[in-house]
């Protein structure tokens, strides 16, 4: 049964653009040789990593969304593990995750669109101010 799998990875920033691709396209062809299907491939870029893993403080994240069986999963991981430019990996299912947003999306598809509100009714216009005290001509008395 084919699921879909989300693998992050991160490869060392010190390794070149060229070989970041050449490791990238080797992964997908053992992905498609395993019987699935890389279906996007997403170079997040370079990113500070929270805390140090094998002397490193950056690394080059990147995203394989892969659909395939437990076992297409296991050859990947495998490779991932064996390759020694790869600092870290995780895998993560998320076709559960998209059957429940596809439910969500046909209940919301579903329900009865409401007619938009009313504007909100106009302020009735403010009372006149009062006339404020006239000025006198009469200076005020000064003490000394």
């Given amino acids: 049964m084919n699921r879909l799998y989300e693998v992050m990875f991160i490869v060392r920033p010190d390794m070149a653009d060229e070989d970041t691709d050449k490791l990238v396209s080797g992964l997908e062809a053992s992905v498609s040789s395993a019987g699935g299907t890389v279906q996007k491939i997403d170079r997040m870029?370079?990113?500070?990593?929270a805390y140090n893993v094998a002397r490193f403080q950056d690394g080059n994240?990147?995203?394989l969304t892969v659909e395939g069986t437990g076992q297409t999963v296991l050859e990947l991981e495998r490779r991932l593990r064996v390759t020694e430019p790869v600092i870290k990996f995780i895998t993560v299912r998320?076709?559960?995750?998209?059957k429940r947003l596809d439910k969500v999306k046909a209940i919301r598809a579903t329900r009865v669109?409401?007619?938009p509100a009313p504007?909100?009714?106009t302020p009735a216009p403010p009372a006149p101010a009062e006339a404020a005290p006239a000025a006198t001509d009469t200076p005020a008395p000064t003490t000394v």
């Fill in 119 to 121: 504007p909100p009714l």
């Fill in 94 to 98: 998320i076709d559960e995750e998209q």
């Fill in 61 to 63: 994240y990147i995203l």
């Fill in 113 to 115: 669109k409401r007619a």
């Fill in 45 to 49: 870029g370079k990113r500070r990593l």
